[in-house]
C-alpha cells in the first residue's frame, strides 16, 4: 500500500461523508442548522465550524507535506477561519465550499502524488513549539490519520449532540457497495 493509496480515497470518502452530515443537518434542522456551528462539546473545545475546518486542514497539510511543497497562503487562511471559528463561524455553505476544496484538491493529485521514499525524514512543529522527527510512513499513520479523524468524529459527536439523525450507515456509506448479496439486515 502507497501512502498515495491510503490517504486520497480515505480522505475522499470520509470528506463526502462530512458534506453528507452537513446537508442532514440542514435538511433535518433547517432553523437551527446554522446555529450548530458554534455548539462545542466541551467548554474548552473548538465548536462544530472550527472542526469542520480542522478536518480539511489535516488534508491540506498532508498533501503538501508529503509532497515536499510549501504550504499555499489559502492553508493560513484556513488555520485563521479554524482558530478564530469561534467569533466567525461561517455558514454552512461555506463549510460545505471548504470540503469541495479539498475534494478538489484529491482529485487533482497524480496517481503517485503522496509516495516516494516513505523513510524520507519529516519534522513537523506544532503550534505550540514542539517538533515531532517522523518518517513520512510514520507521519502518515501516526499524525495524519489520527488528527483528520479526530476533528473528523468531533463534528459528527457535535452534530449528534444537537439532534442530527445520524448514525452507523452515515458513517460508512463508502462501503455499502462491498456489502455481500443477502446479507444485509431486513433485505
Known amino acids: 500500500m502507497t501512502l498515495t493509496n491510503l490517504l486520497v480515497p480515505t480522505y475522499s470518502h470520509m470528506l463526502k461523508t462530512l458534506s453528507d452530515w452537513l446537508a442532514k443537518a440542514e435538511t433535518q434542522m433547517p432553523d437551527k442548522a ?3 456551528l458554534l455548539a462545542r462539546l466541551a467548554p474548552d473545545m473548538f465548536p462544530l465550524s472550527t472542526q469542520i475546518r480542522f478536518t480539511c486542514l489535516q488534508v491540506q497539510e498532508a498533501v503538501y507535506r508529503l509532497q515536499g511543497k510549501a504550504f499555499p497562503a489559502s492553508f493560513e487562511e484556513l488555520v485563521n477561519e479554524g482558530r478564530n471559528a469561534a467569533d466567525k463561524p461561517g455558514t454552512i455553505a461555506t463549510a460545505q465550499m471548504r470540503i469541495e476544496e479539498c475534494l478538489t484538491l484529491l482529485r487533482t493529485l497524480a496517481p503517485d502524488a503522496l509516495d516516494g521514499d516513505e523513510s524520507r525524514p519529516i519534522a513537523h512543529e506544532i503550534p505550540n513549539g514542539m ?3 517522523l518518517t513520512a ?3 502518515a499513520r501516526d499524525w495524519a490519520l489520527p488528527q483528520f479523524y479526530f476533528h473528523l468524529m468531533t463534528a459528527y ?3 449528534r449532540s ?3 439523525a445520524l448514525g452507523k450507515a452515515d458513517y460508512i456509506p463508502h462501503m455499502f ?3 455481500r448479496p443477502g446479507t444485509m439486515p431486513g433485505g
Open 162 to 164: 444537537e439532534g442530527v
Open 131 to 133: 517538533i515531532f522527527d
Open 177 to 179: 457497495p462491498f456489502i
Open 137 to 139: 510512513e510514520q507521519y
Open 157 to 159: 459527536a457535535i452534530l
Open 34 to 36: 446554522e446555529a450548530m
